[in-house]
């Protein structure tokens, strides 16, 4: 069944890979990084998700309860959720998708993972060597001057890993606009192209405030110069402006690709054009430019002048428009497809259920009135679940069904992948909804022990992350054995559009035989999928 | 085993916010069945290898329905920020009248303090009915006031001085969280804030009959050394502290500035920083020689002389 000419997964050698310049393979090796950090998360999640059932907190000690919600905000997030969609499935299939060989510079993309990998290592030091307390956020004073631990070796991890973010940012820039193969033009790119496109502004703008501001606490801790402790002469809050200018957009970076992946997804398995292709790309631009004006949400309790509060209020307000023309563009792409249940569709019904209560649940937060009461409880942490869990992981996992067959060449066992896509999603309810009525009630985060009147909705919520680990463990399972049990996977099971699904599964080493020229928009699906008649760019 | 889904509505504020919030929960329902609806009939009508007609209608105007489903969202998100905002100016700006509370807190408790004297941790006292002025600084690390019976919270940061108001409308006993993650025991930085008739609070207030806030302030601006300079019969060139506060006070720089809390606590522990016109700098910084509780009493004592005239001044 061995094409000729090999494929980019025939040589075996541990130095194959790990001197790679293939964008394909680098792709994979990110995979994998991803999954450990995830899996070391996860297991900070489910050790927090079991203390929190009782109202004491039985399980571990205020300080180690402390350094677990680190632990899991700071791999997370960047190790886990900001390189998920971009690194792995973007490295893997931007470069097809516009119908070029490789990213623009092969050898940046692999220093971008060792880069990213000694930030991850350096903050696992960290956790070894004693743990971080501070909270993934890292606020001043606390941070600088009042916390033990390992801070500047975590910070350096990040620190070292927004590195690796911002090369890869960069890559994807110029990959997308200078190697676009004859024919594709702008308007003719996938929307998850733009959706990356998008999320590499942000990557390159916004992660050397991080940098900066990163390198500013490691300053006053290591040397005492006074920047935020305002025993120093510092102020605290300046730290928030310069830490959450950075992440809020990051936020975006969390959930822009998300958004490109099930745009891809809905069409496929609608055989449908896109509705409204134009605002759905420029809806993500817009996100990418308001999302940069927004941070002081974050603040609105903060000290921060109630006149910057408003205009950060309606700022707020402003960016959930374009968010909400997606969803209701692909909900109008549904109409007279031909819809298909499989499991990345699965998956992507589930985004749009769960972005949606994210979406309108950060309305709520948005409303400044309302945030006074809601700042720093569960409602904030269920409202960023289910942009992040349930937008940017149900999406990821997603996207990674939909291109197993295209990365490895095998499919996946479907039926059982569909019990896991409904499974994730039951679970993620079960966990995360309770969390808003907590939320409501009043029970702020980062509790290590709580009011025994709330222990009903922790209960609950525990019982519901049980079951979401399990619609997280099948895919592991099922993805191992589809690596050697797994029927062989055709050029393009799918029946899908789109230059990926052009070349063989897995694709030869330098991707396409001939460099296709393109000659249709994207999306071109014919209006009855029995007729079985694919448009196919022509070849040179 | 107590169990509520619904928090306690004990302020003003808490009913107009809880208005807000169940509006918005409505209209998230709405937001919801519009897209959920159609999503599911979709779903069901279109499925693949159903027989029914799949041919798009002639060109449908694209940018109408874009347009439409942009404007609409966007005025409901206009009107949503103008309800919040306004409703958001009303709770921060403080009611006339209100009885004022100075909060410290420091890892990983609240230390509360009354103008009548009483000083409390981890409790405050209020009456009913009373509009309520918090003033609030940390010793520390930022914490966060939070009685989510008033629906009110608001971080407490060190150096700087915040303020929290609300108007309890129930008696009772509510939780008091800290909000802001603060270290290893932020969990146990909780309380109970206790909302008496005004008549038990007046009797609360007196158990003890403590000394108050202003008197204190009096005893450590002698105790502390303040008076050897700032005293009326000083020999030293310092400026008076009568009839300072809540005026305007110029400059070397010739700037003015509000004598405000703010200004009072500055000029104590950085009283380099701003020199009254005429004057040198002589004053040595109590930084990190004086509690926070401490300043307080002392800006309430400068305060309270708010009225007076220097000695030697013209009337």
């Known amino acids: 069944m061995k094409e000729t000419p090999p494929n980019y997964l025939d040589e075996h050698s541990v130095s194959s890979w790990l001197l790679t310049t293939d964008h394909k393979r680098i792709g994979i090796l990110y995979l994998l990084s991803i999954v450990v950090y995830f899996a070391i998360a996860a297991v900070a999640a489910a050790l927090m998700r079991i203390n929190l059932l009782t109202p004491q907190g039985d399980l571990v000690l205020p300080e180690t309860y402390n350094k677990l919600f680190t632990l899991h905000g700071v791999m997370m997030v960047w190790f886990f959720l900001i390189p998920s969609i971009p690194a792995v ?23 971008s993972w060792y880069l990213f990998n000694i930030g991850g290592l350096c903050a696992l030091y960290a956790v070894i060597c004693g743990g971080v307390d501070t909270g993934w956020t890292f606020y001043t004073p606390y941070s600088t001057t009042y916390a033990n631990g390992h801070v500047v070796t975590m910070i350096m991890g990040v620190f070292i890993a927004g590195f690796g973010s911002i090369l890869t940012g960069l890559n994807f820039l110029i990959t997308i606009h200078k190697m676009r193969a004859p024919g594709m033009t702008w308007f003719r790119l996938p929307l998850f192209i733009w959706s990356l496109y998008s999320t590499s502004v942000i990557l390159v703008l916004a992660t050397p405030v991080l940098a900066i501001t990163l390198l500013a606490i490691a300053v006053e801790r290591l040397w005492g110069v006074g920047i935020f402790d305002p025993n120093l002469g510092g102020d605290p809050v300046l730290f928030q402006h310069m830490f959450w200018f950075y992440s809020h957009p990051a936020v975006y970076i969390m ?20 509705f409204g292709y134009h605002f759905v790309a420029f809806s993500s631009l817009a996100i990418a430019v308001v999302g940069f004006m927004v941070w002081g949400h974050h603040m609105f309790v903060s000290s921060q002048s109630i006149y910057a509060g408003m205009v950060f209020s309606v700022l707020s307000f402003i960016v959930a428009v374009p968010s909400a023309i997606k969803i209701f563009n692909w909900t109008a792409t549904l109409y007279k497809g031909s819809i298909s249940y499989d499991t990345p569709m699965l998956y992507a019904f589930g985004f749009i259920g769960l972005f949606t209560i994210g979406g309108l649940t950060g309305l709520f937060l948005a409303a400044i009135a309302v945030d006074v009461h809601l700042h720093d409880t569960y409602f904030v942490i269920a409202h960023f679940h289910y942009i992040m869990v349930g937008g940017m992981v149900l999406s990821f996992m997603g996207g990674l069904h939909y ?5 490895t060449g095998r499919m996946y066992p479907e039926a059982i992948g569909r019990t896991a896509a409904i499974v994730t999603f039951i679970g993620f309810n079960l966990t995360f909804f309770p969390q808003f009525l907590l939320g409501y ?22 019982a519901g992350a049980s079951i979401l680990g399990i619609g997280y463990l099948l895919p592991l399972l099922y993805f191992l054995w589809s690596l050697k049990f797994g029927a062989r996977a055709p050029a393009n099971p799918w029946n899908a559009t789109g230059l990926e699904w052009e070349t063989a599964s897995p694709p030869p080493r330098d991707n396409f035989e001939e460099i296709p020229i393109v000659t249709e928009d994207p999306y071109s699906y014919p209006p009855e999928p029995e007729e079985e008649a694919k448009p196919e760019p022509q070849h040179a | 085993m107590n169990f509520h889904l619904l928090p306690p509505e004990a302020s003003a504020v808490a009913r107009e916010s809880d208005w807000m919030f169940w509006s918005l929960t409505a209209l998230s329902l709405l ?58 100016f009303r709770m921060e700006t403080p009611p006339p009248g209100a009885i004022e509370i100075n909060v410290v807190g420091k890892q990983w408790m609240w230390k509360l303090q009354h103008a009548e004297g009483a000083r409390e941790i981890n409790e405050l006292h209020i009456p009913r009915g009373v509009p309520v002025k918090l003033t609030m600084i940390s010793q ?56 008496m008739e005004p008549q038990d609070y007046r009797r609360w207030l007196q158990q003890g009959s403590p000394e108050p806030l202003a008197a204190r302030g ?18 030293i060139h310092a400026p008076p502290i009568e009839g300072v506060y809540g005026h305007l006070v110029p400059l070397e720089t010739k700037e003015f500035v509000m004598a405000d809390d703010k200004y009072i606590r500055d000029s104590i522990v950085l009283p380099a920083s701003q020199i009254v016109a005429g004057y040198q700098n002589l004053m040595p910084s109590f930084k990190g020689r004086i509690s926070e509780e401490d300043l307080m009493a002392l800006t309430a004592y400068i305060k309270s002389i708010a009225d007076q005239t220097p000695e030697g001044y013209p009337k």
Request: net charge positive; hydrophobic share 45%.
């Open chain 1, 441 to 462: 009630l009043g029970q702020p985060r980062r509790y290590h022990a709580y009011p025994p009147e709330f222990q009903v909705f922790h209960v609950l919520s525990t």
């Open chain 2, 218 to 235: 009096e005893a450590l601006f002698h105790t502390l050394g303040c008076s050897g300079c700032h005293g009326a019969s000083s020999k």
């Open chain 2, 31 to 88: 937001i919801c069945g519009l897209v959920f609806l159609p999503l599911c009939w979709f779903a069901i009508k279109y499925r693949r290898g159903r027989k029914v007609d799949r041919k798009l209608t002639a060109e449908v105007a694209m940018w109408k329905i874009e347009v439409t489903w942009t404007v609409i969202p966007f005025v409901i998100a206009m009107g949503l920020f103008t309800w919040s905002a306004d409703a958001f």
């Open chain 1, 403 to 407: 291109w197993w067959p295209k990365i």
């Open chain 1, 89 to 111: 499935l973007g490295n893997f299939v931007i470069p097809m998708m516009i119908g070029a060989r490789d990213v623009a510079f092969p050898k940046l993309n692999l220093l």
């Open chain 1, 255 to 274: 959930i822009l690709p998300g958004m490109g992946v099930v745009s891809e997804l809905i069409t496929c398995f609608s055989r449908k054009r896109i």
């Open chain 2, 140 to 195: 520390d690390v930022i914490h966060d006031f939070f009685v989510p019976a008033f629906r009110m919270k608001q971080d407490v940061v060190p150096g700087r001085y915040t303020t929290e108001c609300f108007t309890p409308i129930k008696t009772g006993r509510y939780h008091l969280f800290c909000a802001q993650y603060c270290g290893t025991t932020h969990a146990a930085m909780i309380g109970w804030v206790y909302v």
